[in-house]
């Protein structure tokens, strides 16, 4: 890996970006998927998404699928989206970390005073690497 700091020619985001690559004419990952995203067919691959979900869709009160929620906005998203334009039933976990922000839990309470099934798990701190 360089270390010399580079720029997308695309999007001008730098080297130093976390997860980061560049491809031969210096367009960062995030700018090629962008570009690969325009090519996708969108109506498939709703179908297979109904269609998965219908096989994993559960009756009464039971829970048709996983979600992991931090209290960010993607957990949050995708588990409005199940329940609400799916009709899915999600159960929403939380593996609590051994430093949260306060921001970050006042996010999951709102969260979970929305209507959303969760549980949170709370592993041993030995057991977390710091």
């Not at 109904?50 to 996983?66: A, I, M, N, V, W």
């Not at 970050?104 to 030995?126: D, R």
Request: aromatic share 8%.
């Amino acid at each position: 890996m360089s270390k010399e700091l580079r720029w997308c020619t695309n999007c001008l985001t730098m080297s130093t970006r976390p997860r980061i690559s560049f491809d031969k004419k210096g367009k960062c990952n995030a700018c090629q998927w962008m570009e690969k995203k325009e090519t996708l067919d969108w109506d498939s691959r709703q179908r297979e998404l109904k269609q998965l979900l219908e096989q994993h869709r559960k009756s009464g009160e039971q829970f048709d699928c996983l979600v992991p929620v931090s209290g960010g906005k993607d957990g949050s998203y995708v588990s409005y989206k199940l329940k609400h334009e799916y009709g899915m039933n999600p159960l929403c976990v939380t593996v609590t970390p051994p430093l949260s922000l306060e921001l970050g839990e006042q996010n999951l309470k709102s969260f979970v005073k929305g209507g959303y099934s969760h549980i949170s798990i709370n592993p041993p701190t030995e057991a977390c690497i710091f």
